[in-house]
């Protein structure tokens, strides 16, 4: 057998390896609620390949490949617990593993490592929580897609409907072609799953999901409890009603909290998750979940401020065109965006820069920003240039980041990559609130300027979910708990040889 078949036989065990965890998985997720995790990256839905890239990315953590030889017995011992609600990290499992001295089985050190999820103290399943999304654009089609994928197990977020003006056009075929925007998308690709219609009840079967359409053009006159939704959580993406006022014509029948996919005025809260969505009061009722750009650039700021400090700054984001340019020169309100958005760059203006006052009250440094809006349809880039309160180094500030992106509270917000080819069509389907690109990072000693991409569609969304499922309440618990999960950081030569794909 020569070197090239031991090669190809490793790689087909492993398959199998990996396929045989895929209905353990399943299994977890649907009758316990239990979402299982590999070094915070969700293994739930995901095909053979998926489940051995992921083990792949075990390098970025610990300098070395993860083997699903080493996390199925991990995965194998969770079945035979008590398991309540929660996410569990195999990955984390099997690195702690390697370094515990205390000559435990795998089976006793799972047991010690998840006892929060069982016995009587885990979390109890419940009902799952009403989901309303008012408006079905860009945004919206996003939303249902990352809510339907969630709905796994019965438990947690459900969308039950969605709210909509009526379209012009023959009549009975404004149903089919929603449904068919949300099956089929030119940037996103095809919806993972099955789609039909029920035209007599108007409405849309996605993955065994009932979603009713309703249609009005004024919040004021829709009675959500008529169509047996109660407590829900409204997503408004429509950006109609930006401040208290407007937002609370939502506060119907059936609706107990509002959530807005754009900037809030005056005294609505600006939530950018992982930074301050601690902040919401339990009573809040209207929240913002502010800009996909100023989502981009809070985590980046509050983690270079944590670190270095910061006096000043300034954002410039590269920003791919949306629904709100005309595709051909026509009237616009606004100044420029009336020139033909794929054929043009567009010098337009940004809110996030003003926005991070409301999300990092504490950082007093003056932020400014610009934009310009370029012929891309998806991924966007925020130039942020700052002066940091103290001087440091390009490689200083690029390992902070990446242990940042790896380790740290933020990992869901920041992810970082060294690959020196990557350009905008790479971040399509990044779940991640920006991307921190390491080549292109400049550092001359107290000035640092950051090269952030962000897919300002599905990047965005996956934040606005974040916050849904914490106000809902159907954030599970992770184990092992973070202080006794810390695994080594590899050195710098495996990590810049690991991180480029």
């Given at each position: 057998?020569?070197?090239?078949?031991?090669?190809?036989?490793?790689?087909?065990?492993?398959?199998?390896?990996?396929?045989?965890?895929?209905?353990?998985?399943?299994?977890?997720?649907?009758?316990?609620?239990?979402?299982?995790?590999?070094?915070?990256?969700?293994?739930?839905?995901?095909?053979?390949?998926?489940?051995?890239?992921?083990?792949?990315?075990?390098?970025?953590?610990?300098?070395?490949?993860?083997?699903?030889?080493?996390?199925?017995?991990?995965?194998?011992?969770?079945?035979?617990?008590?398991?309540?609600?929660?996410?569990?990290?195999?990955?984390?499992?099997?690195?702690?593993y390697k370094g515990?001295?205390?000559?435990?089985?795998?089976?006793?050190?799972?047991?010690?490592?998840?006892?929060?999820?069982?016995?009587?103290?885990?979390?109890?399943?419940?009902?799952?929580?009403?989901?309303?999304?008012?408006?079905?654009?860009?945004?919206?089609?996003?939303?249902?897609?990352?809510?339907i994928e969630k709905?796994?197990?019965?438990?947690?977020?459900?969308?039950?409907?969605?709210?909509?003006?009526?379209?012009?056009?023959?009549?009975?075929?404004?149903?089919?072609?929603?449904?068919?925007?949300?099956?089929?998308?030119?940037?996103?690709?095809?919806?993972?799953?099955?789609?039909?219609?029920?035209?007599?009840?108007?409405?849309?079967?996605?993955?065994?999901?009932?979603?009713?359409?309703?249609?009005?053009?004024?919040?004021?006159?829709?009675?959500?409890?008529?169509?047996?939704?109660?407590?829900?959580?409204?997503?408004?993406?429509?950006?109609?009603?930006?401040?208290?006022?407007?937002?609370?014509?939502?506060?119907?029948?059936?609706?107990?909290?509002?959530?807005?996919?754009?900037?809030?005025?005056?005294?609505?809260?600006?939530?950018?998750?992982?930074?301050?969505?601690?902040?919401?009061?339990?009573?809040?009722?209207?929240?913002?979940?502010?800009?996909?750009?100023?989502?981009?650039?809070?985590?980046?700021?509050?983690?270079?401020?944590?670190?270095?400090?910061?006096?000043?700054?300034?954002?410039?984001?590269?920003?791919?065109?949306?629904?709100?340019?005309?595709?051909?020169?026509?009237?616009?309100?606004?100044?420029?965006?009336?020139?033909?958005?794929?054929?043009?760059?567009?010098?337009?203006?940004?809110?996030?820069?003003?926005?991070?006052?409301?999300?990092?009250?504490?950082?007093?440094?003056?932020?400014?920003?610009?934009?310009?809006?370029?012929?891309?349809?998806?991924?966007?880039?925020?130039?942020?240039?700052?002066?940091?309160?103290?001087?440091?180094?390009?490689?200083?500030?690029?390992?902070?980041?990446?242990?940042?992106?790896?380790?740290?509270?933020?990992?869901?917000?920041?992810?970082?990559?060294?690959?020196?080819?990557?350009?905008?069509?790479?971040?399509?389907?990044?779940?991640?609130?920006?991307?921190?690109?390491?080549?292109?990072t400049k550092v001359?000693?107290?000035?640092?300027?950051?090269?952030?991409?962000?897919?300002?569609?599905?990047?965005?969304?996956?934040?606005?979910?974040?916050?849904?499922?914490?106000?809902?309440?159907?954030?599970?618990?992770?184990?092992?708990?973070?202080?006794?999960?810390?695994?080594?950081?590899?050195?710098?030569?495996?990590?810049?040889?690991?991180?480029?794909?």
């Amino acid at each position: 057998m020569t070197v090239n078949d031991d090669v190809f036989t490793n790689w087909k065990h492993r398959e199998e390896i990996a396929e045989s965890m895929i209905p353990i998985i399943g299994k977890l997720h649907r009758e316990r609620d239990v979402t299982v995790l590999l070094h915070s990256r969700s293994l739930v839905n995901k095909s053979v390949i998926s489940i051995l890239k992921a083990h792949r990315f075990a390098r970025q953590i610990a300098g070395a490949e993860l083997s699903v030889t080493e996390t199925l017995p991990f995965l194998q011992a969770l079945t035979a617990l008590d398991l309540g609600p929660s996410q569990i990290d195999i990955g984390m499992l099997a690195a702690t593993y390697k370094g515990d001295d205390r000559g435990l089985s795998v089976e006793e050190f799972t047991a010690r490592a998840v006892a929060g999820a069982t016995g009587p103290d885990k979390s109890e399943r419940r009902a799952s929580r009403d989901v309303v999304l008012y408006g079905f654009g860009r945004i919206g089609r996003l939303l249902a897609r990352l809510l339907i994928e969630k709905a796994g197990s019965g438990n947690g977020l459900r969308l039950r409907a969605i709210v909509v003006r009526k379209g012009a056009g023959e009549a009975g075929q404004d149903l089919v072609k929603r449904a068919s925007l949300l099956r089929r998308d030119s940037i996103h690709g095809q919806f993972q799953g099955t789609i039909t219609v029920d035209e007599a009840n108007s409405t849309i079967v996605a993955n065994g999901n009932e979603i009713k359409v309703i249609y009005s053009d004024d919040p004021t006159s829709v009675d959500y409890t008529a169509y047996g939704i109660e407590d829900a959580i409204l997503i408004d993406n429509t950006g109609r009603w930006r401040d208290r006022e407007g937002l609370s014509k939502h506060l119907r029948p059936g609706v107990d909290k509002v959530i807005l996919t754009a900037p809030g005025k005056g005294d609505v809260p600006n939530v950018v998750h992982g930074v301050n969505h601690d902040m919401i009061k339990p009573d809040e009722q209207i929240i913002s979940c502010a800009s996909c750009t100023t989502n981009a650039i809070v985590p980046p700021l509050k983690a270079m401020a944590d670190e270095y400090g910061v006096l000043r700054g300034h954002v410039e984001t590269v920003h791919s065109f949306t629904n709100d340019q005309n595709l051909l020169d026509n009237y616009h309100k606004s100044d420029r965006r009336g020139r033909s958005a794929p054929l043009n760059m567009v010098i337009t203006e940004t809110g996030a820069a003003s926005a991070v006052a409301k999300a990092l009250p504490d950082l007093k440094a003056k932020i400014t920003g610009s934009s310009i809006r370029v012929p891309v349809p998806d991924v966007s880039i925020a130039i942020l240039n700052l002066q940091l309160a103290r001087e440091t180094s390009r490689e200083e500030v690029l390992d902070y980041l990446r242990d940042v992106s790896l380790t740290s509270p933020l990992k869901r917000q920041i992810d970082f990559i060294t690959a020196p080819d990557a350009v905008s069509n790479d971040f399509i389907g990044s779940r991640h609130a920006s991307i921190v690109d390491a080549g292109a990072t400049k550092v001359d000693g107290d000035n640092a300027i950051l090269y952030l991409w962000y897919d300002n569609e599905f990047g965005y969304s996956c934040q606005v979910i974040r916050v849904v499922q914490y106000v809902s309440g159907t954030e599970h618990p992770t184990y092992p708990a973070p202080e006794s999960a810390s695994a080594p950081a590899p050195d710098s030569a495996s990590a810049s040889a690991s991180i480029s794909d």
